[in-house]
């Protein structure tokens, strides 16, 4: 586990909800720089909220998030991504109306370094080629793992420092999904990209990450070692049902 | 001889303005799926006060800068001072407060102005160019076509080209998203708000001077030529309130001119609900999105 005290992100105590009841119940996290931490859970154990809450999208009652030394609660949505936190929701984000140029425009349209935003938006191309193949294709027309490209390159090009990403593998196939894994650890290993995953398929998570969080009732029950948890089968059976 | 030549173009002169009109209604629609009732009665205030501009000053051009600064001021504050505290999750809340609005308004400009119409002059000549024995636009057509046609062509450019434009987009089609991509959601529905009283406020001055003139009730039926329009094209769809204005122009002017045009709301009434029932999403709605 990673010194709390040198964390890029520092969560304490956080419970959110969307009614009276809260769905996240006085949540600990921590992630250090350069570092990807999965959090993994059945449905409803509260993963999404986790990163909405995260990203200001739903608002916090109790308990404080700390980025890289500063208090992130109160901080408006769309300036997060200003403080270097990309946000990948749940079923992509990607805006079907705009093309796939547009979309990426749209992730870094508020940088002031042009030049590198062109760069990072080349990257993009080069690594997902087949959003450079439908670059003027608008995103309705995109297949679900180019949308899923879409959207995780769209965040890319901000130059982010924390990735909150969201079910990145749901509806993909086997080979897209270790593709998309694959980018991360490299990102990860190249750039010192952090990375909060929220994922359903524990194994392709773990095999990725440094440190795994397993979500319960919107309660972390266990925060251990990534490989640690995918080896405990009794943890797999009591909270992940397989 | 037969007129229809001369009431083709008199509808697409009059349909222009009735797509800037139905134009501003698709602003606002897209950034906040509000229908803005008080579209016409906004508009209404800025021809008052391009109307008191012009009379100050002696200058058309200087009423029509008033015109549409006016309607930026009037949109940008309706929004962020009235609207922005409708909870969005109630459409029926903010109907009412859009309607309530109309009523202020209106009110207002009564007590001000008074309720008798106040005619007001247009720039250029509206006789009529002939092309032998056949009437054709007058020169003040033109001018309304060039207008609205420079108001469609700058607007174009803007969504497409620019960033504002771009992130105006994004915050129509997915707020939460475009928040999360670092767009100020907010400053851009005030923004489609002063852009659609400014485009709105235009398009008033192009037609209420055509008419009686400034009156708080002049706009009422522009409104709602320009909401069936919308409608009709789609309320998501500038290009739709474009197409969607022009086909109204050209059906009230040939129903005027070939039948009664006292008909003519009547077969308007009657092409809204024609196309409600066969298209509900309007004639230049989205395509439907590959399911994934």
Same mark, same amino acid.
């Given at each position: 586990m990673g010194d709390p005290a040198g964390s890029q992100l520092r969560v304490r105590g956080l419970t959110a909800g969307y009614g009276a009841a809260p769905v996240l119940r006085g949540i600990d996290l921590d992630i250090d720089p350069g570092q990807i931490v999965a959090v993994v859970g059945a449905n409803g154990a509260g993963k999404t909220t986790l990163l909405r809450t995260l990203s200001g999208l739903v608002e916090p009652t109790e308990g404080s998030m700390t980025w890289e030394g500063d208090e992130l609660r109160g901080t408006r949505v769309h300036d997060l991504v200003r403080r270097g936190i990309a946000h990948v929701p749940e079923g992509r984000?990607?805006? /079907?109306?705009?093309t796939v140029e547009e979309n990426l425009r749209l992730g870094h349209v508020w940088r002031k370094d042009k030049d590198d935003a062109r760069r990072a938006t080349a990257e993009v191309f080069e690594f997902f080629e087949p959003l450079a193949r439908r670059r003027r294709s608008p995103g309705h027309q995109l297949s679900g793992g180019e949308r899923q490209m879409l959207a995780i390159g769209r965040a890319l090009v901000a130059r982010p420092r924390l990735l909150l990403l969201d079910e990145p593998s749901l509806g993909l196939a086997p080979k897209v999904t270790s593709q998309i894994m694959t980018l991360l650890k490299n990102l990860r290993d190249d750039t010192g990209l952090s990375v909060l995953l929220v994922e359903q398929n524990v194994r392709s998570a773990m095999s990725i990450a440094d440190r795994g969080v397993v979500l319960s009732l919107g309660e972390v029950v266990v925060t251990d070692d990534a490989a640690r948890i995918a080896e405990d089968d009794d943890l797999r059976h009591a909270y992940l049902g397989f | 001889m037969d007129p229809f030549i001369f009431l083709t173009v008199d509808g697409l002169a009059r349909g222009a303005v009735f797509a800037a009109f139905a134009l501003a209604l698709v602003l606002i629609w897209r950034g906040? +799926?509000? *229908?803005?009732?008080?579209q016409g009665a906004m508009a209404a205030a800025t021809t008052f006060i391009a109307y008191s501009v012009t009379n100050a000053s002696g200058s058309y051009w200087l009423g029509l800068v008033a015109a549409v600064v006016s309607g930026l001021v009037i949109g940008a504050i309706t929004e962020r001072y *009235?609207? +922005?505290? *409708?909870?969005? /999750?109630?459409h029926l809340n903010a109907v009412i407060v859009a309607l309530g609005l109309v009523l202020v308004i209106q009110a207002i400009l009564g007590i001000i102005y008074g309720s008798q119409y106040r005619p007001m002059d247009v720039p250029f000549s509206r006789s009529p160019l002939s092309i032998g024995d056949q009437p054709l636009l007058s020169p003040y057509d033109i001018f309304v076509f060039v207008t609205v046609l420079a108001v469609m062509a700058g607007l174009g450019f803007a969504f497409t080209r620019t960033d504002i434009g771009l992130k105006m987009r994004a915050a129509a089609f997915a707020p939460d998203m475009a928040r999360l991509l670092g767009v100020n959601v907010g400053r851009m529905l005030t923004l489609s708000w002063a852009l659609a009283g400014a485009v709105g406020g235009l398009a008033a001055l192009l037609v209420v001077p055509t008419e009686l003139g400034a009156h708080p009730h002049a706009t009422d039926l522009v409104f709602v030529y320009a909401f069936t329009a919308a409608v009709i094209g789609g309320l998501d769809s500038p290009i739709g309130a474009v197409v969607g204005g022009l086909g109204v122009g050209l059906v009230l002017s040939y129903v005027s001119g070939y039948s009664d045009n006292d008909l003519s709301a009547v077969v308007i009434l009657g092409l809204l609900i024609g196309v409600l029932l066969l298209r509900p999403s309007g004639l230049f709605s989205h395509a439907t999105a590959r399911q994934v």
């Open positions: 984000g990607v805006i /079907t109306e705009l | 906040a +799926r509000l *229908v803005n009732f008080s *009235v609207m +922005r505290f *409708v909870d969005p /999750t109630q």
